[in-house]
């Protein structure tokens, strides 16, 4: 974990959600895996803890998505190309993979982004995302079309009515997999939805707690655990969903 400069290259906004594009001379940075964060510098007393999107060691790029919640996602949303943040990071695990596992990739609103890195990494044969909003200005279209991907919106504009439950079913259905594992990330209602309708699927999700610190001292993100309070921030973001009390 390094503390260094992101220089905004590019932005692109889409409703209240933006894409940034970064350049860092931080090679440390350039390590980043889907399911790391970085704390990022914003007009609040604390940064915010923001899930890297996409890292290109070659063009020295990091990028997020970041959806306005509030004070410090709004200071983000509005950063102009030129502008300079400072930022501490890569922060927090990644996602458990096996080559010989099929996947299905969950991700609600501004849940996405660490799954569509993880995506750009897998064979698109072992896995489906199913990205699910409540309209079509929660589904920010970062996906191509050669990417297996069900869209679900519960207003129906786009993709299939309903949640992510019934995009689960239909990637179950579409691809045949008997015994995916699920990947998530998302509103904890969503990630308990999908523990209740599928507890027999092995589940890891990527807890998305409010954060102080984003480095193990504050003890503002701990969970409870079969194995006692976890810290999210340096023991996670990414849990086994049956190591977790809250989930259980
Ligand atoms: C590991 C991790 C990765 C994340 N990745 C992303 C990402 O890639 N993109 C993105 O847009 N956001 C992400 N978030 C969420 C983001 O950090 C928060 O939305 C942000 O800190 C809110 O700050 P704010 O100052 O804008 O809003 P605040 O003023 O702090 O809060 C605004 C509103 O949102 C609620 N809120 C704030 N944080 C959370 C939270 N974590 N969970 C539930 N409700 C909350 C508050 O209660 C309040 O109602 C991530 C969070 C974590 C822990
Ligand atoms: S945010 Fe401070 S310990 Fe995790």
Do not use: W
Not at 24 to 40: C, S
Not at 143 to 159: C, H, N, Q, Y
Request: charged share 25%; hydrophobic share 35%.
């Amino acid at each position: 974990m390094k503390q260094a400069l992101l220089f905004l290259k590019d932005k692109k906004t889409y409703f209240d959600y933006a894409i940034l594009t970064f350049l860092t001379e931080e090679n440390d940075f350039l390590k980043a895996k889907p399911g790391n964060f970085f704390m990022l510098q914003a007009n609040t007393l604390l940064k915010k803890p923001i899930s890297v999107m996409e890292c290109n060691k070659k063009d020295k790029m990091l990028k997020f998505l970041v959806k306005k919640v509030g004070k410090g996602t709004e200071f983000l949303y509005n950063l102009k190309p030129g502008e300079i943040i400072d930022a501490v990071g890569p922060s927090g695990n990644t996602f458990p993979i096996d080559k010989n596992s099929e996947y299905i990739l969950v991700g609600g609103g501004s849940g996405i982004p660490p799954l569509y890195f993880l995506s750009k990494q897998l064979n698109k044969e072992k896995f489906v995302v199913v990205y699910g909003g409540k309209s079509k200005k929660d589904i920010v279209p970062i996906f191509g079309k050669s990417s297996p991907t069900i869209i679900t919106t519960e207003s129906g504009d786009i993709g299939t009515k309903g949640t992510v439950i019934d995009g689960i079913k239909k990637a179950i259905e579409k691809k045949r997999f008997k015994n995916p594992v699920i990947l998530s990330c998302g509103p904890e209602g969503m990630v308990k939805a999908i523990k209740k309708y599928f507890p027999q699927f092995k589940h890891y999700t990527s807890l998305e707690k409010y954060m102080a610190c984003g480095f193990g001292v504050c003890l503002g993100c701990v969970v409870e655990t079969v194995d006692g309070y976890k810290r999210v921030c340096v023991d996670g973001p990414v849990f086994d969903i049956e190591y977790l009390k809250d989930f259980l």
